[in-house]
């Protein structure tokens, strides 16, 4: 089992930036692949951003060259970083775990989800 902790959320004016952090339990972090979803009041859960274990990564074209996800192995954790962020991008921003290998783009292929932080951002 798997338990991941989002925090890093908050609210931040139009151009600002956010550092979401996803902290992981258990000792097979290195073997998962992580990604972050977000999802708008009345929009479907989507993909922003994922890295697989060997640190392949995907962005979705609404945040290229504003996000950068990473991983800290030792640490167990995953990072967004955001920035030059847009009204759009207001969500609640969820952080989750699979096995499979690549970067798989669909909710059910991941394993492990964690309770979403709330990223609000002002125009």
């Known amino acids: 089992q798997v338990q991941l902790v989002e925090s890093g959320g908050g609210l931040v004016q139009a151009g600002g930036s956010l550092r979401l952090s996803c902290a992981a339990s258990?000792?097979?972090?290195?073997?998962?692949?992580m990604a972050w979803f977000r999802q708008a009041p009345g929009q479907e859960r989507r993909l922003v951003s994922a890295?697989?274990?060997?640190?392949?990564?995907y962005y979705a074209d609404s945040v290229k060259g504003r996000f950068t996800i990473s991983r800290d192995n030792a640490k167990s954790t995953v990072y967004l970083q955001m920035n030059s962020l847009k009204p759009e991008d207001t969500a609640v921003y969820y952080c989750?775990?699979?096995?499979?290998?690549?970067?798989?783009?669909?909710?059910?292929?991941?394993?492990?989800w964690g309770q979403g932080t709330q990223v609000t951002v002002s125009s």
């Open positions: 258990g000792r097979t972090f290195s073997r998962f692949g």
């Open positions: 890295i697989s274990w060997s640190d392949s990564t």
């Open positions: 989750a775990a699979t096995r499979a290998s690549g970067i798989p783009g669909r909710l059910y292929d991941y394993d492990y």
